[in-house]
C-alpha cells in the first residue's frame, strides 16, 4: 500500500497555496519533517518500490516525485521555506513560487489514501481531462491515457510535467 507523509495544521493561513518545493537527493523526508516542525503544512506522496538484490528482495517506500515534495504556505513564508536544510529552491517562474492547483494536490492525496496501486510516470501524453464515476477515486479528475489495452488514468501535477498512472475501467470515468 503506498505511504504518505502529509502534516501540518488544519486550519490554513489565509493567501496561502500549494507548491513544489525542490529537494537535495533523497532528502524529501527531512525536508518535509523540518517544514512541519516550522508551521508548515507538508505532503510527500510515495509509492512501493519492489528492489531485488542477489541476496534478497525488498519492498521500499520511495517519493512518487523524486526530488520534490509539496508545500502548503502563504507568500510571507517563503524565506522560511528556503533557508530549510535540504531545500534547493521552489518551483519558480519568473522568480515567483509557482503555484500548483488545489485540485492536483488533493487528487493525489485521495488516491495515496484509497491503497490504490500507482507507479510514477512523466511526459505527460496528450490525453482528454476525465473524471472518475465510480469506486475509491469518485470525482477525482484526471487524464485519460491508453496504454495498451489499459487504461490508465494520469493523476498530474503540471508543473512538474509529471504524475501518477492509476487503472481505471473506461466506463468508469465522463469526460470534462
Known amino acids: 500500500m503506498p505511504a504518505v507523509v502529509a502534516s501540518g495544521p488544519s486550519d490554513v493561513a489565509v493567501g496561502s497555496a500549494w507548491h513544489a518545493v525542490w529537494t537535495r537527493s533523497r ?6 519533517s523540518e517544514l512541519t516542525a516550522k508551521g508548515i503544512e507538508t505532503f510527500l506522496p510515495t509509492f512501493i ?22 508545500a502548503r504556505f502563504a507568500p510571507k513564508a517563503v524565506g522560511t521555506v528556503v533557508r530549510s536544510n535540504g531545500v534547493v ?3 519558480s517562474n519568473a522568480g ?10 488533493e487528487a493525489l492525496q485521495r488516491t495515496v489514501a484509497s491503497g490504490i496501486e500507482m507507479d510514477p510516470c512523466s511526459g505527460l501524453e496528450p490525453g482528454a481531462p476525465v473524471r472518475v464515476l465510480r469506486g475509491p477515486l469518485t470525482g477525482v479528475i484526471g487524464k485519460l491515457v491508453r ?4 487504461d490508465v488514468l ?11 498512472r492509476v487503472q481505471v475501467s473506461i466506463t468508469d ?4
Not at 27 to 32: K, Q
Not at 99 to 104: S, V
Not at 173 to 176: A, H, I, Y
Open 96 to 105: 515567483e513560487p509557482s503555484p500548483i492547483p488545489t485540485h492536483e494536490i
Open 154 to 164: 494520469v493523476l498530474a501535477v503540471e508543473i512538474l510535467n509529471s504524475g501518477a
Open 147 to 150: 496504454r495498451g489495452a489499459d
Open 49 to 70: 518500490r519492489v528492489s531485488r538484490w542477489s541476496d534478497r528482495t525488498k519492498r521500499l517506500s520511495v517519493p512518487l516525485f523524486p526530488g520534490y515534495c509539496f
Open 89 to 91: 529552491s521552489i518551483l
Open 173 to 176: 470515468v465522463e469526460p470534462l
Open 27 to 32: 532528502h524529501e523526508p527531512l525536508v518535509c
